[in-house]
């Protein structure tokens, strides 16, 4: 298993450009969320998904668009980048239920300037 | 909004001191989940407590949850270098949200 899979690692953005952020994970399960982590500061929750064709917002989901097709696939979408969006960009995967553990990928960086 | 407050955001101990964050919420949590996130890495699952007043050991790293189940702390004995990192508390609250804490940085002095 690889677990869960973010494409790119890095990635610098003009301000006003669009990405989309890949998340990919194998384990099959329903939940996914994306979360944002600035520099020397905690998660904070973007949007999440409880399954395919559901999705809901985070803390933060301002500036961003998500989709939940398939399960595997939960992409992040970013509209007109700011400066603000500089940040680490963690996404995660759970198996439903409230007693389980978040496994995250290994997070996109993303520069705006 | 619910917030679990973690202290301290960064301690600086010399290796072979022990370390203790502390993560405190307002209401009830029904579990809570830590996690340790190394320099430039992605937060890994730690450990879950789930009952009131239970407390578990992994090696050098013991883990409480309090009586009320309001706050938790994790205690590591004689840091190591491989200790270096910042450890997240996470709550989850009666609406079956997890709530993050802001994280303490564990430094080890050189």
Known sequence: ?113 | GQQVMQIPQYQHVQEGEDFTTYCNSSTTLSNIQWYKQRPGGHPVFLIQLVKSGEVKKQKRLTFQFGEAKKNSSLHITATQTTDVGTYFCAGRDSNYQLIWGAGTKLIIKP
């Open chain 1, 1 to 113: 298993n690889a677990g869960v899979t973010q494409t790119p690692k890095f990635r610098i953005l003009k301000i006003g450009q669009s990405m989309t952020l890949q998340c990919t994970q194998d384990m099959n399960h329903n939940y996914m969320y994306w979360y944002r982590q600035d520099p020397g500061m905690g998660l904070k929750l973007i949007y999440y998904s409880v399954g395919a064709g559901i999705t809901d917002k985070g803390e933060v989901p301002n500036g961003y668009n998500v989709s939940r097709s398939t399960t595997e696939d939960f992409p992040l979408r970013l509209e007109l980048a700011a400066p603000s969006q500089t940040s680490v960009y963690f996404c995660a995967s759970k198996v439903a239920g409230g007693y389980y553990e978040q496994y995250f990928g290994p997070g996109t960086r993303l520069t705006v300037t």
